[in-house]
């Protein structure tokens, strides 16, 4: 298996950042031409404008650069074009000699299953309720995060069966440490968002009669985040520390074992 070090930078992400570049360009034309057409000219050329705009032929529309990539299902909540399938996990290097971080090849993000979530080494079923383009969200900001720590582990010295096994532990339960604490919290964040319900009913008073709506939810809404916020990053902390030593103790495997 390839350590996946000293390769040049990957082109697939180089392309996309090119693809939308060179997308933006029309649209910045567009709003320009749009602001000039608006201005209003001199009064003495107002005539003859008119009558060159009615000889002029229609301007062409501007040139567009399609998107070219791979076509990812509609059940795959990920819109990552150089995503890998997940890696075997019958082999796993030993931790061997490690170093200071030196320059590696970016480590590819992996896929989420189809119709699933995907944290690491942990996947849960994408409940219905999550919309199409926020579980995208979700599952590319878990995979470029596990992708980026699986890079500095390449970084330091380790093999890819190890960076993976580390980086995939350590977003899983990351993940269920993030779960964890929100949970345990939850009784307190009730009672913090019933004072922040009544904190932004009194604020909202002078604002009535929407005000009367607005504050309370927004000050429920903060006295909950208040509570719940802080013990999902100490939950995931936590998490976070657990998986990365399990990933780092485990011992060694090769095929067949």
């Known amino acids: 298996m390839g350590t996946g070090k000293h390769r040049a930078p990957n082109p697939q992400r180089q392309k996309v950042g090119s693809m939308v570049a060179a997308g933006a360009v029309p649209l910045v034309l567009a709003l320009v031409g749009t602001g000039t057409a608006n201005a209003e000219p001199a009064q003495s050329n107002t005539v003859s404008q008119r009558e060159q705009a009615k000889q002029l032929p229609a301007a062409d529309a501007s040139d567009v650069v399609p998107y070219e990539g791979l076509i990812i299902p509609d059940d795959t909540h ?3 074009q150089w995503a890998r399938p997940a890696p075997e996990q019958s082999y796993l290097a030993p931790v061997g000699v490690l170093h200071p971080p030196i320059p ?3 480590v590819p993000p992996i896929a989420p299953p189809p119709g699933q979530f995907r944290f ?3 996947t849960v079923a994408t409940p219905d309720w ?5 579980a995208i969200q979700i599952n590319d900001a ?5 992708a980026n720590l699986a890079t500095f582990l390449d970084s330091v010295g380790m093999e890819r069966s190890r960076s993976d096994r580390i980086a ?6 990351a993940a269920m440490g993030a779960v964890a604490g929100v949970s345990s919290s939850v009784p307190i964040a009730v009672t913090s968002g019933m004072v922040g319900a009544a904190a932004g009913l009194v604020a909202g008073l002078p604002f009535a009669p929407i005000g009367l709506l607005v504050g309370p939810a927004l000050g429920a809404a903060i006295g909950t985040a208040a509570i719940t916020v802080p013990a999902a990053i100490v939950g995931a902390a936590a ?3 657990v998986g990365a030593a399990g990933g780092f103790i485990a011992p060694a495997r090769v095929l067949g074992d």
């Open 78 to 80: 990920s819109s990552l």
């Open 104 to 106: 590696v090849e970016p």
């Open 120 to 122: 690491g080494d942990v």
């Open 130 to 134: 999550i919309d199409h383009e926020q």
């Open 142 to 146: 878990a995979a470029v995060t596990e």
């Open 168 to 173: 995939a532990q350590t977003v899983g339960t």
């Open 239 to 241: 998490g976070a520390a």
